[in-house]
């Protein structure tokens, strides 16, 4: 595989130091529209592409394990957790983080957020929004127990769920108050 030469130094347990070349693969990331080029380990996390080579940093790091729900994106318009997808498993896939959600801000899940005043501290509300975004997606008009079964599985640390399923609701009504 073609890539990108890094030189690593290793130390054995005789404290002899070699230094040798680490070929690191290229690989083609589509995220928000626009094709990167990157060298990386195959099995570096997406979040940390996202966060540490494409800068990025909507996206949350939060438990990684795929619990909390903060770094939540879009593969091919479905919700996913970034920090359980390597970059391997990238391939022809498109990715939609908070950054490009909407390019002003402006889609109705971020305007509804706004609205509703549902952030307290913030952190989660990049992956609540974007997997709210992925639910109005698939059912236009969500019910109570829909929202709930898909918002259940992300953590609000600040528990500002029933400000999260109002949102919801705006946003799936086109802005106006449910």
């Known amino acids: 595989m073609e890539g990108q030469r890094h030189p690593v130094l290793l130390t054995t347990a005789s404290a002899v130091r070699h230094t040798i070349d680490i070929v690191m693969p290229n690989f083609v990331l589509s995220v928000n529209g626009t094709p990167h080029r990157l060298n990386a380990d ?3 996390p997406l979040l940390w592409v996202l966060r540490d080579l494409l800068h990025l940093t909507g996206t949350k790091y939060g438990c990684g394990m795929g619990v909390c729900g903060a770094c939540t994106v879009h593969e091919d318009g479905r919700a996913v957790r970034s920090c359980q997808i390597a970059i391997a ?3 022809n896939k498109n990715y939609t983080t908070i950054e490009g959600l909407s390019a ?4 109705p899940c ?3 957020w706004l609205d509703e005043d549902v ?3 913030g952190y989660c509300q990049a ?3 974007m997997a709210a975004a992925a639910l109005i997606r698939e059912k236009p008009n969500p019910s109570d127990a829909e929202i709930d079964g898909v ?3 992300l953590i609000c640390r600040c528990g500002t769920y029933q400000r999260i399923r109002s949102a919801i609701h705006r946003a799936a009504a086109g802005g106006t108050k449910s």
Do not use: F, L, W
């Open 42 to 44: 195959p099995e570096m």
């Open 89 to 91: 498993a990238t391939k």
């Open 104 to 107: 002003d801000g402006n889609h």
């Open 110 to 112: 971020q305007r509804a």
């Open 119 to 121: 952030s307290q501290c």
């Open 127 to 129: 992956g609540m929004t």
């Open 151 to 153: 918002m259940s599985e």
